[in-house]
């Protein structure tokens, strides 16, 4: 039977410690770390994650901002916006919420962020530091950051182990095969022109699927004793949430697997706490 | 019968090209790429690289210089140089001879070229673009980037195989491995602590080995019909250069194979003469 790793625990443990780095930062040094999340429009998903991160993070005393604009808003308008976190130094980290208005250039957005701002650690620098493995302090995309701190908690070592990445996207697929080859292992990352991922998965260790498809990792597709990581979030057949994985079949085949709801999604905003404190040690660090 | 793939006809012909491109860019636009190439200290190979570099440049047309530094120079005086080059528009495109001594630090030198005029492609903001696949124009390592001509050159074309990276240095694996997952591959990187190499280059479509290993790839690793390509540069046992790769057996079971040498070898350095004009006209584009 499966180790089931338990994302809602994990979560909570590291928002204590984020909580514990916090308030250490606020007493040793006088600074409270400082997260902006600009959204622009009122998509209500998007309203809904913004105010989760807005909640969490007043909670772990975190100095927290929400920047409401309008769907209407010019490039130029919100590069200004942006400008004005990097130059305030109460802000440590900047998050643009997706999805954006058309008339917006995400990428520019992204790349006029601070690099050493840069909480969801989307920023080409901050990519390539990560694909080269480079030894400085960088942020990492949260999602792939949680769950590289679930195999810690789990003790679950990739050193010379098959990791099989499932989805190629910038948030999620190309930074965790990033984390896993820096670990140590062998990646391969599989995308929709893959003709056969079973072909993959049925050798593999490790496996991390973010398809946002059913059934991308069934029974049959994995050896006996692999880890599931799963990151998809689907809406099934009766209506719930559920994973891009078989969780029920798997249960009884695989050493380790992560439900959803409960695995990976709990991670991803306690990562992004953590980072914001990061950056802002960091940011303490290189002023010293 | 495998089809060789002929690295030095193709190289002469990409320098050809490359030779015009200079010539319309002078006739048109009054512009002369440049390209410096920077040697601390004396090593005799890292010196016939440069000289071989500086002597193909001028063939076709670049204004080339090869700046030799004493190999006790700091490093606060090799970025000053580095900055010099920076700042002085005759010179399009930046290139540190590796290796460096001691007292380099390598990576900030690497960091101090602008990624405008990084020739070689090292700096993380490019490849950062490479990872991202980024739309617009950046410079890309240059072995890899050469064999991506070389699959265009032969109609090799990537969507949908599958392809092994054996090897994953900055310099080779890593970018070579982002150009085939951005050309629609799925990519598996492999490197010392992979247990299993066989297990992932028998399934391949396409083979690349970059391991400075003889034997890396023998016949009963590889499928019928795969490409190899080799761009691993070997002494064999009896002082022969080689690849990792076994030329010989391999070729009545592949499809397509490079020769060492005569394959990736000559591809590199006209790749780098080929950048050195793309950097040039990218930044006669910026400038308009």
Redesign the interface.
Known sequence: MATIIDGKALAKKLNSQTSLRVKKLQDTNGITPGLVVIIVGTDPASERYVRNKHRTAKRLGIYSLVRQLPDTISQSELLKIVQEYNDNPKITGILVQDPLPKQINE?EITRAILPEKDVDGF???????L??D?STNYPVACTPKGVMTMFKEYNINL??K?AVMIG?S?IVG?PM??LM?NA????????L???DIT??TK?ADIIVSATGSLHTVTKDDVKPGAVVIDVGQNINEEGHLVGDTDYADLLDKVSYITPVPGGVGPMTIATLMQQTVDLAEWSLERGK
Chains 1, 2 share one sequence.
């Not at 920023?123 to 530091?129: L, S, T």
């Not at 140590?184 to 995308?191: D, N, Q, Y």
């Open positions: 990428k920023h080409p620098i901050n990519v390539g530091k694909y080269l480079d050193k010379g098959n190629r910038a190309k095969a990033a080859l140590g292992a062998s990646v391969s990352i599989l995308h022109l893959t003709k072909e993959y050798n």
